[in-house]
């Protein structure tokens, strides 16, 4: 850990070569698909390249640190994706996709796409995947491959612009 720490990067890949089977298969186990495990495995390693320096082997075993940063991923993964799930369903009846019907009166979603439209794409993205797909801010910064600041920062920005455009529905 301390090569690693030292950004050592064949320390990196020889402790993923020595363990990277174990991480995935309880991966596996938890989330229950190949794509998830694989996704929580590549986060797990990419942690450990960022915070090699605060592992304390006082408090455990390196294989430990790895276990339990497995089994807390693979859960919160599991979690995000159930949310998700819910939140595609509540998208779905909000299109019109139960009974045929919208839920939204049509002049009051003509105003919420066009105040969606006044967003910079950098904030409507991450609006949009953090509250209709349920992505956390971390999840996003992962995924936009931008700091978790300027993802929060997105949100915060375009929230305040869209209060701003629809305020008057309320």
Same mark, same amino acid.
């Given at each position: 850990?301390?090569?690693?720490?030292?950004?050592?990067?064949? @320390?990196?890949?020889?402790?993923?070569?020595?363990?990277?089977?174990?991480?995935?298969?309880? %991966?596996?186990?938890?989330?229950?698909?190949?794509?998830?495990?694989?996704?929580?495995?590549?986060?797990?390693?990419?942690?450990?390249?960022?915070? @090699?320096?605060?592992?304390?082997?006082?408090?455990?075993?390196?294989?430990?640190?790895?276990?339990?940063? %497995?089994?807390?991923?693979?859960?919160?993964?599991?979690?995000?994706?159930?949310?998700?799930?819910?939140?595609?369903?509540?998208?779905?009846?909000?299109?019109?996709?139960?009974?045929?019907?919208?839920?939204?009166?049509?002049?009051?979603?003509?105003?919420?796409?066009?105040?969606?439209?006044?967003?910079?794409?950098?904030?409507?993205?991450?609006?949009?995947?953090?509250?209709?797909?349920?992505?956390?801010?971390?999840?996003?910064?992962?995924?936009?491959?931008?700091?978790?600041?300027?993802?929060?920062?997105?949100?915060?920005?375009?929230?305040?612009?869209?209060?701003?455009?629809?305020?008057?529905?309320?």
């Amino acid at each position: 850990m301390r090569r690693i720490a030292e950004s050592d990067q064949s @320390a990196l890949a020889a402790l993923y070569d020595a363990t990277n089977r174990l991480i995935y298969g309880m %991966a596996l186990r938890i989330v229950g698909n190949t794509a998830d495990a694989e996704e929580v495995t590549l986060d797990i390693y990419t942690q450990v390249w960022q915070r @090699a320096a605060d592992f304390d082997e006082e408090r455990g075993s390196t294989i430990g640190w790895l276990m339990i940063m %497995a089994r807390s991923r693979s859960i919160d993964k599991l979690r995000s994706g159930a949310s998700r799930s819910r939140r595609e369903t509540t998208l779905g009846e909000l299109d019109g996709a139960r009974d045929g019907q919208a839920a939204l009166e049509p002049g009051i979603a003509r105003a919420v796409q066009n105040a969606l439209h006044t967003l910079t794409p950098e904030q409507r993205e991450a609006i949009e995947l953090s509250y209709w797909y349920g992505y956390s801010h971390a999840e996003l910064a992962a995924r936009l491959g931008q700091p978790l600041g300027t993802v929060k920062t997105h949100i915060r920005m375009g929230m305040m612009k869209l209060r701003l455009q629809l305020g008057n529905l309320a």
